[in-house]
């Protein structure tokens, strides 16, 4: 893997485990300075990986994230990228849902994601430049029974991309990866057989995604070689949705 992010710093939320995970070990690997994030303790995850600082933030918490930005401002003094992977997942039928979980879902998806790429954006003004990346879903365009909360929220994910990337251009590139299944605590699936995955699932490809190909992706969007990307849902699910 070569050094393209050498010099970059970058924020990563949701960074304890599953696809934040390997974003952070992406990043790193590819030589950026990155500060992981996650509503959960940091110590016992990516610490390890090389070029990485932990510090706990609740993303859809005003204070939590300014408080966030600020630690970055005096330690970093900069921000290139930003990828805001922090998200939960609930299930539930239209008819029984409580209307408290419904806001709970879209505070922490979509409301985390505004707060994150505005704070991103604010320190990103500073250099005139910057990428960031939000995590929205298959399901957005898809969409799931007992699920609306959940594809709602992704849905408002990939508007603000869009939204946002005419806003910042042409100093600040916004873009989405929109994953279909992938195999992380999120999806529980560690126990499931192959019969049962390919059943649920049903992708063309025959199984589900691994993390490392959505942390590739990002590491892609984040480099030299994707400047000319603004605006765009990239869609790693195996073959699914065409998007
Ligand atoms: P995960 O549950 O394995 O990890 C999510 C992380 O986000 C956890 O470490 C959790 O502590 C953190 N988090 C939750 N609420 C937070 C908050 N308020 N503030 C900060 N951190 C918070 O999930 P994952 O599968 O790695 O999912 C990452 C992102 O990818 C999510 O946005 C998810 O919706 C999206 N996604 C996942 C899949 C999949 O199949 N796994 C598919 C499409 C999209």
């Not at 039928?93 to 998806?109: G, P, Q, Y």
């Not at 990337?165 to 192959?194: F, K």
Request: with cysteine.
């Amino acid at each position: 893997m070569t050094n393209e992010l050498e010099g970059k710093v970058a924020l990563v939320t949701g960074a304890a485990q599953g696809i934040g995970a390997a974003v952070v070990r992406a990043l790193a690997g590819a030589g950026a300075t990155v500060i992981a994030t996650d509503i959960r303790d940091l110590n016992q995850t990516c610490l390890g990986v090389a070029r990485t600082r932990g510090v706990t933030c609740d993303v859809s918490d005003p204070a939590s994230v300014d408080r966030l930005f600020h630690s970055i401002a005096e330690t970093e003094g900069r921000l290139d990228l930003a990828v805001n992977a922090a998200g939960i997942l609930s299930e539930g039928r239209l008819v029984d849902m409580d209307v408290s979980e419904f806001d709970r879902l879209i505070s922490i998806n979509l409301r985390g994601s505004f707060l994150i790429a505005q704070g991103a954006a604010r320190m990103m003004a500073g250099s005139g430049s910057g990428r960031i990346i939000l995590v929205a879903s298959e399901l957005a365009y898809l969409g799931r029974a007992d699920f609306s909360a959940y594809c709602a929220s992704k849905a408002g994910v990939v508007g603000l991309t869009r939204s946002l990337a005419r806003e910042l251009a042409p100093s600040i590139t916004v873009n989405s990866v929109a994953p279909g299944p992938v195999d992380t605590p999120m999806l529980g699936v560690e126990n499931m057989s192959q019969d049962w995955i390919e059943k649920e699932f049903d992708v063309p490809l025959g199984r589900i995604g691994r993390p490392e190909e959505i942390g590739g992706l990002v590491r892609f969007l984040c480099g030299p070689d994707a400047g000319f990307f603004t605006g765009q849902t990239l869609s790693p699910n195996g073959g699914a949705v065409m998007i």
